[in-house]
């Protein structure tokens, strides 16, 4: 029987306290990589999963925000494990972001670098035209500066259809993710990811990493209804809401 493939989803990591929803502490991440490899997970890149059918855990990332270079990459360089990154081409060099020069060296060690849209919109929300040109203008963009061919999409936000499904497919990438949490199985056409934010406990690490049914039942529940209110409100006002009841700003 061919594996499952558990795709956690990471943002910034930060060494101490965060102050955003995504930030995740670097002894979280650190717990993460250590239990895995002392469990014997099979560590893999999307992109490799995907073409081999080998693997049972991914690391991804994404936005491309500088910790990705300055902690993240070190910690995989020293275990020889490779991961994804999902990068938006607008936002390389800004402030807090990688720069083209930082994650042209990490695809050369053998991570995988992918395309998290141009400018990271709300892909739903634009005409046929400017979507096309948001998917296309990214991966064009990001395999001319490391010159490798880039297979692997991520949605900003999570924000889908079956039209931008459709799309991604046209323009040619072969592995589509969401937010929509779960474990990815050779036969989905989009794969579902874990997302890993402020609400993740270093004392659940063993379920993290090998999530049981019911975890993932309750996980998938709560995204539609947290999805749902996002829609209703806008993103705006739910952003809002969120730092209200959490004390951060997004």
């Excluded at 296309?136 to 963009?141: E, G």
Aim: proline share 3%.
């Amino acid at each position: 029987m061919a594996p499952k493939l558990n795709i956690l989803t990471f943002h910034r990591i930060v060494k101490h306290q965060g102050n955003d929803w995504t930030d995740v502490k670097l002894d979280l991440f650190k717990s993460l990589l250590t239990n895995a490899i002392k469990n014997k997970q099979h560590i893999v890149s999307i992109d490799n999963w995907s073409a081999n059918n080998y693997g049972d855990l991914a690391f991804s990332f994404d936005d491309g925000h500088l910790s990705d270079y300055e902690i993240i990459f070190p910690l995989l360089q020293k275990f020889n494990i490779y991961a994804t990154f999902f990068i938006v081409p607008k936002f390389v060099g800004k402030e807090g972001y990688m720069t083209w020069f930082q994650i042209k060296k990490m695809s050369d060690f053998g991570m995988e670098i992918a395309s998290h849209s141009e400018s990271h919109p709300y892909l739903t929300t634009l005409p046929k035209e400017e979507l096309i040109k948001e998917l296309r203008n990214s991966k064009t963009i990001i395999e001319n500066k490391i010159g490798k061919k880039v297979n692997s999409f991520s949605y900003p936000y999570g924000d889908c259809s079956k039209k931008t499904h459709n799309l991604v497919r046209l323009v040619g990438y072969k592995n589509i993710c969401n937010s929509n949490p779960g474990l990815t199985h050779n036969n989905m056409k989009v794969f579902a990811r874990n997302s890993i934010n402020y609400l993740s406990r270093i004392e659940n690490i063993k379920s993290i990493l090998k999530p049981k049914t019911t975890l993932i039942l309750k996980n998938k529940i709560s995204y539609i209804i947290y999805f749902s209110i996002k829609r209703a409100l806008g993103i705006n006002n739910y952003l809002k809401l969120r730092g209200f009841f959490f004390g951060f700003r997004g």
